[in-house]
């Protein structure tokens, strides 16, 4: 039979079965450049056999790290790929892994961390940027979860903390704000004592509708009720970068009612 198709079939040295050439992987040592055994015959002995391929594999790359290592830069995207796919199709296996690793090497995690912070620091920033407008949710809900988080990076770093307190007081004084307590209690009435943005009643602060980084002062015609979560997402955003259009046609109407307030673009 193979003399009839010389170079279409193959025989299987352990199924012993005749099929075609393209049930074969590649073997450039042997003669026609195929292996002996078929794909299939290969895949069941090799899951046969998977805790010593595992290890052969593992003291081999740690004999020849440079060969690996040019096969991986050789191949980054392949291996990317592939290994995006693994995560995906073991992924139970893949968190309870990342976090027993991280547990078993947390000092020199966060130290490799630092350090490449420290040397891309405007790469980092604007992918944290960029990650906080996309999941906007996720970051609210982090602060709901972590009340005391804020009040404890303040204690962990006072100098920090001091030194953005003292630049808001001068953006302050530059825009010779003020806003009395009778001020708050007029905007906590006019927003109904809730959030503007998602309607919540703990934990509500006043807000600048327009940022103070900016140069708007802290009025009755720039103030919004905000609950904390929501404050600290808008941060020094202008109102239509963080409010949908209807959240803020409803704050803008509201603020409508004193006199001289202008809508900003």
């Known amino acids: 039979m193979s003399d009839l198709f010389p170079q279409l079939i193959k025989k299987c040295s352990t199924c012993k079965t005749w099929r075609s050439v393209n049930s074969f992987s590649c073997d450039k040592t042997r003669k026609d450049g195929l292996q002996n055994k078929c794909k299939l015959c290969s895949k069941k002995h090799y899951q046969d056999n998977i805790e010593y391929y595992n290890e052969y594999n593992k003291q081999w790359k740690i004999q020849n790290p440079e060969y690996f290592k040019k096969h991986y830069q050789d191949n980054i995207e392949h291996y990317k790929k592939w290994n995006k796919r693994w995560r995906l199709d073991n992924k139970e296996y893949y968190e309870k892994y990342r976090k027993q690793y991280y547990q078993d090497n947390q000092e020199e995690i966060n130290e490799r961390n630092k350090q490449y912070y420290q040397e891309n620091k405007e790469k980092v920033s604007e992918c944290q940027k960029q990650w906080k407008l996309e999941n906007p949710?996720?970051?609210?809900?982090?602060?709901?979860?972590?009340?005391?988080?804020?009040?404890?990076?303040?204690?962990?770093?006072?100098?920090?903390?001091?030194?953005?307190?003292?630049?808001?007081?001068?953006?302050?004084?530059?825009?010779?704000?003020?806003?009395?307590?009778?001020?708050?209690l007029k905007t906590l009435e006019l927003f109904d004592h809730q959030c503007a943005n998602c309607g919540s009643t703990d934990n509500l602060c006043i807000d600048h509708h327009y940022p103070l980084s900016r140069g708007h002062a802290l009025s009755l015609e720039n103030a919004v009720v905000l609950c904390k979560s929501c404050n600290s997402s808008k941060g020094n955003k202008l109102p239509g970068e963080f409010y949908e259009i209807g959240d803020r046609l409803y704050i803008e109407d509201k603020l409508r009612f004193y006199q001289g307030y202008q809508l900003e673009e």
Do not use: I
């Not at 949710?137 to 804020?150: F, I, R, S, T």
């Not at 001091?162 to 806003?179: D, I, T």
């Open 137 to 184: 949710e996720y970051n609210k809900q982090w602060n709901l979860d972590n009340p005391e988080y804020a009040k404890q990076w303040r204690l962990d770093n006072p100098e920090t903390s001091r030194g953005y307190v003292r630049k808001r007081r001068a953006l302050k004084r530059q825009v010779s704000e003020l806003y009395t307590k009778e001020d708050e």
